[in-house]
């Protein structure tokens, strides 16, 4: 489809090329726009229809949004951030710059400004920055028959209506009413004869990861956020969840990996974006891998009576590596998931200990073997090397699941203890461990 679409695009064969378009899912659309230049993009945007537009708009990835936000006509923007979601339109708004932002929201309608303006107002990456203020709100003192009359005349206002929340005359939450409920009730019934419970809501300053935790707990598709007095301010539905969600692995696997995150597809980041984001880690690491080039020199001597022992130091370094590994991002993951908390953590790690102890004699035994038969060292090296290993693998195991629990302790992300940083901890271990052994077994 793309190569269709670029085809017609470059004949400017448009009046075949807004029929392509308008027979397009607008997911389908905003997924295509990807793969343009911008300029590009703005010619393909111009012959959608206004509430396509709209929609494909607010699908579009935000660096992609905010680029078209400048190509676009002051008139042209103000309309596209009227017609958006409060939500959606805060999101675009907040990548671009403040004089910018300002300039399209003097434009703007009183109520589009004072919904904006509220919802930029709110710290970065919170329920009130995750919001929408575009929801049904019904007074708990009014009929059935009333209820469903103000919701027909506003229908078009609100982002869902499948739930219609219940407040009081200070606008403090008392509930909410299913629309199948309203739509089944007598007419001349109350609305609070059919209002049920809330479940969980949000505060405005509740940080978004704990936000889409309880929508998964609590299994549903919108959630109400209340400011400290619990009065209704807005709402959170599923889709800003599922973004939330996909940010937050993002932002993990980075970390992980020993990278800054950046708010921003692979295809849009500069090199000198990704050379910035890389740098910090990897200096942060050569510097302390440095103690490993330490240990090695104050053990000179011993390594050059017995030289053989470091043929094996890569090995000892790197299997230590690998289950300090496993351990850091198996309990990562647990902790993200609130599998577990800082309280279990001497259950952890004993748990740990277990397994470690298992792997190391597997470890240990299938290669004292293999020194023996395949490389032909003595069994007192042999000795050497695999105690050290098995020493090696239990401590790294202990550092990999103590770190990222105590990180979280101290209100650190636990994804910063991932691989790289426990791996240039257990090297520095592993050697004091593998000098101390062979010096110790080989008279050295």
Same mark, same amino acid.
């Given at each position: 489809?793309?190569?269709?679409?670029?085809?017609?695009?470059?004949?400017?064969?448009?009046?075949?090329?807004?029929?392509?378009?308008?027979?397009?899912?607008?997911?389908?659309?905003?997924?295509?726009?990807?793969?343009?230049?911008?300029?590009?993009?703005?010619? %393909?945007?111009?012959?959608?229809?206004?509430?396509?537009?709209?929609?494909?708009?607010? %699908?579009?990835?935000?660096?992609?949004?905010?680029?078209?936000?400048?190509? %676009?006509?002051?008139?042209?923007?103000?309309?596209?951030?009227?017609?958006?979601?409060?939500?959606?339109?805060?999101?675009?708004?907040?990548?671009?710059?403040?004089?910018?932002?300002?300039?399209?929201?003097?434009?703007?309608?009183?109520?589009?400004?004072?919904?904006?303006?509220?919802?930029?107002?709110?710290?970065?990456?919170?329920?009130?920055?995750?919001?929408?203020?575009?929801?049904?709100?019904?007074?708990?003192?009014?009929?059935?028959?009333?209820?469903?009359?103000?919701?027909?005349?506003?229908?078009?206002?609100?982002?869902?209506?499948?739930?219609?929340?219940?407040?009081?005359?200070?606008?403090?939450?008392?509930?909410?009413?299913?629309?199948?409920?309203?739509?089944?009730?007598?007419?001349?019934?109350?609305?609070?004869?059919?209002?049920?419970?809330?479940?969980?809501?949000?505060?405005?300053?509740? !940080?978004?990861?704990?936000?889409?935790?309880?929508?998964?707990?609590?299994?549903?598709?919108?959630?109400?956020?209340?400011?400290?007095? /619990?009065? %209704?301010?807005?709402?959170?539905? *599923?889709?800003?969840?599922?973004?939330?969600?996909?940010?937050?692995?993002?932002? !993990?696997?980075?970390?992980?990996?020993?990278?800054?995150?950046?708010?921003?597809?692979?295809?849009? *980041?500069?090199?000198?974006?990704?050379? /910035?984001?890389?740098?910090?880690?990897?200096?942060?690491?050569?510097?302390?891998?440095?103690?490993?080039?330490?240990?090695?020199?104050?053990?000179?001597?011993?390594?050059?009576?017995?030289?053989?022992?470091?043929?094996?130091?890569?090995?000892?370094?790197?299997?230590?590596?690998?289950?300090?590994?496993?351990?850091?991002?198996?309990?990562?993951?647990?902790?993200?998931?609130?599998? *577990?908390?800082?309280?279990?953590?001497?259950?952890?790690?004993?748990?740990?200990?277990?397994?470690?102890?298992?792997?190391?004699?597997?470890?240990?035994?299938?290669?004292?073997?293999?020194?023996?038969?395949?490389?032909?060292?003595?069994?007192?090296?042999?000795?050497?090397?695999?105690?050290?290993?098995?020493?090696?693998?239990?401590?790294?195991?202990?550092?990999?699941?103590?770190?990222?629990?105590?990180?979280?302790?101290?209100?650190?992300?636990?994804?910063?203890?991932?691989?790289?940083?426990?791996?240039? *901890?257990?090297?520095?271990?592993?050697?004091?461990?593998?000098?101390?052994?062979?010096?110790?077994?080989?008279?050295?």
């Amino acid at each position: 489809m793309e190569e269709k679409i670029r085809e017609l695009l470059d004949s400017k064969n448009y009046k075949v090329l807004k029929v392509e378009l308008s027979e397009m899912n607008n997911s389908d659309i905003a997924e295509l726009f990807s793969e343009f230049e911008t300029k590009e993009i703005i010619s %393909l945007f111009r012959l959608l229809k206004k509430d396509d537009a709209v929609e494909v708009f607010a %699908l579009l990835d935000p660096s992609i949004s905010t680029d078209m936000l400048n190509y %676009l006509s002051d008139k042209e923007a103000v309309t596209l951030i009227e017609e958006m979601a409060s939500d959606d339109a805060a999101d675009v708004l907040e990548e671009m710059p403040a004089n910018i932002v300002d300039k399209l929201l003097k434009k703007c309608n009183p109520d589009t400004r004072k919904d904006i303006n509220k919802l930029l107002n709110y710290k970065e990456d919170s329920a009130g920055s995750l919001m929408t203020v575009e929801y049904a709100e019904l007074k708990n003192d009014i009929s059935v028959d009333s209820a469903i009359k103000q919701l027909k005349k506003r229908v078009d206002d609100y982002e869902t209506i499948d739930n219609v929340f219940i407040v009081d005359n200070q606008r403090r939450l008392l509930g909410f009413v299913e629309l199948k409920d309203l739509l089944f009730a007598d007419r001349d019934d109350s609305i609070s004869s059919i209002v049920q419970e809330i479940e969980t809501y949000a505060v405005t300053s509740m !940080d978004q990861e704990e936000v889409a935790e309880n929508f998964k707990k609590y299994d549903i598709n919108v959630m109400p956020v209340v400011d400290l007095e /619990k009065r %209704l301010v807005g709402i959170i539905t *599923i889709d800003d969840v599922v973004d939330v969600l996909e940010e937050e692995a993002t932002e !993990d696997i980075k970390k992980m990996a020993a990278i800054i995150p950046i708010d921003k597809p692979y295809d849009k *980041i500069s090199t000198f974006e990704i050379f /910035k984001s890389r740098i910090p880690w990897l200096l942060l690491l050569m510097v302390s891998a440095t103690f490993t080039g330490g240990i090695i020199q104050s053990f000179e001597d011993k390594l050059a009576a017995c030289a053989v022992l470091t043929a094996f130091i890569p090995m000892i370094m790197d299997t230590g590596g690998n289950a300090g590994g496993q351990a850091s991002v198996s309990i990562i993951r647990a902790l993200s998931l609130n599998q *577990i908390e800082f309280k279990d953590i001497f259950k952890v790690v004993f748990k740990e200990f277990r397994v470690a102890f298992l792997c190391s004699i597997v470890l240990a035994v299938c290669n004292f073997v293999k020194l023996l038969l395949i490389d032909k060292v003595s069994v007192t090296v042999a000795a050497a090397v695999c105690i050290t290993l098995a020493i090696t693998v239990v401590i790294a195991k202990f550092v990999g699941s103590i770190l990222p629990m105590g990180a979280k302790r101290l209100g650190f992300d636990p994804a910063v203890m991932a691989s790289p940083f426990i791996t240039t *901890i257990v090297d520095a271990l592993a050697l004091l461990v593998y000098f101390k052994v062979a010096v110790s077994i080989l008279g050295l």
